[in-house]
């Protein structure tokens, strides 16, 4: 099995200029997968592969007024278990897309994912902050194993023109790993999941360490061997290649804003919304991702839109709709700042379908994981910076001083995606 793409489908394009390249994509393409249901499982696949990932990386959201109050220790200091992990994210993923782009994208997912399993479970039995955001940071070195290599995968084994959708159906995966690891940690820490066991929000660590491990059997079964990759004269060429190219540069910038916004935003708000006069517990902070849900029927038909319109114009788009999201939140009624999040949430999952889809486009051919990997590196430092960031800005205004940061933020985004991304090409 060597792929999905079919003959004659990859374009001039991205093969001009590099011979050897472009013969070893010529190999690859000479076969496919007979049937359609083995395409259909390898979407299946990689949509678990996001899953799995993401089970993990937010886990500490929810509980973070908890951990300020068991620990004695303030909202910045707290939020390290979010940031931790987004920087060991950060740190890793240039090498794990190396790694992939010389052993194989599909052994570096499926070891990664029997990996995280190891400090996940051990995250259960932190006794202290600091052992806590160890543990955290551990998880986040292994992470990018997963999901950046994931988008690589997509990129090489997918045909362009049905990139975009499966990459929205990809990144619907990780919306669902978002929720349901905050959702495992939330409720086990003030409801009682065992009989015979008091609530503790260890157990929602455990929980997902026994999850990790069901997800890696399950990706070793049905993930199908990537194609051969073509010969480069060396993987640091690829890195350089990628820096000096403009369109990537933007839209690593892109990244790093998508994911501060997000971070910023649900790690924060958790403060505002357990403070009176909403006074919310974890369990209904954990709740308050339900509105990650919509983005499970948003992303996909953004992946369509996508194709439609260009990976500018949808996020142009998106962005704008995020920024009225944001602003709704301001209004003090629970109903009006769920339907805020509603659309703040749906406009940045289908900026990083947009994101993720013109990473795949602008890359060459073979050297589509180190791009990931670079982009997943601009991403989640900016997921380590908002997990601090909006701390310090907090103490200038709460709530309101962390939206004016995050709409900054946002604005900057669409004038960099508007004005330096390609528009859609036509035929």
């Known amino acids: 099995m060597q792929g999905f793409r079919k003959s004659g489908e990859l374009s001039l394009e991205e093969t ?53 109050q068991i620990f004695h220790a303030t909202k910045a200091e707290v939020g390290r278990t979010v940031s931790a992990a987004t920087l060991g994210v950060a740190i890793s993923a240039p090498f794990c897309g190396a790694l992939a782009e010389r052993v194989g994208r599909r052994k570096v997912i499926v070891l990664s994912i029997f990996l995280i399993a190891v400090p996940t479970i051990l995250a259960a039995t932190a006794s202290n902050l600091h052992q806590l955001v160890f543990w955290r940071f551990l998880q986040g070195l292994v992470m990018p194993g997963i999901f950046g290599v994931t988008i690589a995968y997509i990129g090489e084994e997918w045909p362009r023109h049905r990139m975009p959708l499966v990459t929205s159906i990809y990144v619907t995966g990780t919306v669902l ?82 994911l501060f916004t997000l971070v910023g935003t649900f790690t924060y708000i958790t403060f505002y919304l357990a403070a009176p006069p909403f006074g919310l517990s974890p369990a209904q902070l954990s709740l308050l991702f339900m509105v990650y849900l919509v983005g499970l029927v948003v992303t996909p038909f953004g992946g369509v839109w996508i194709q439609r319109v260009g990976s500018r114009a949808a996020l142009v788009f998106s962005v704008m709709a995020g920024v009225i999201g ?65 701390g310090i800005i907090w103490r200038y205004g709460q709530w309101k001083a962390c939206v004016a940061l995050i709409v900054a933020v946002q604005l900057i985004t669409m004038t960099i995606a508007g004005s330096i991304w390609r528009g859609k090409q036509r035929a």
Request: some cysteine; aromatic content about 12%; glycine content about 10%.
């Open 177 to 258: 790993g978002g929720f349901l690891g905050r959702i495992f940690t939330g409720v086990a820490a003030t409801h009682r999941l065992v009989p015979f066991l008091a609530p503790s929000w260890h157990d929602g660590f455990l929980i997902i360490g026994v999850l990790d491990v069901i997800f890696g059997i399950l990706l070793w079964r049905w993930l199908p061997p990537d194609s051969p990759l073509p010969a480069s004269a060396g993987r640091e060429t690829n890195f350089t290649r990628h820096l000096r190219n403009p369109q990537l540069l933007a839209t690593y910038a892109v990244g790093f804003n998508v």
């Open 16 to 68: 001009a200029g590099v011979a050897v390249e472009q013969s070893a994509v010529e190999k690859r393409t000479s076969g496919a997968f007979a049937s359609s249901g083995d395409d259909t499982l390898a979407v299946i696949a990689v949509t678990l592969a996001g899953v799995a990932a993401f089970f993990n990386l937010y886990a500490t959201q929810p509980l973070l007024p908890l951990f300020e």
């Open 326 to 390: 944001i602003l709704l939140t301001l209004i003090p009624h629970m109903v009006i700042i769920l339907l805020g999040l509603v659309m703040f949430s749906s406009g940045v999952f289908v900026c990083q379908a947009a994101s993720t889809s013109n990473i795949q486009r602008e890359a060459h051919s073979g050297g589509r994981a180190s791009a990931s990997g670079l982009y997943v590196m601009f991403y989640y430092i900016g997921g380590s910076v908002a997990g601090v960031l909006p």
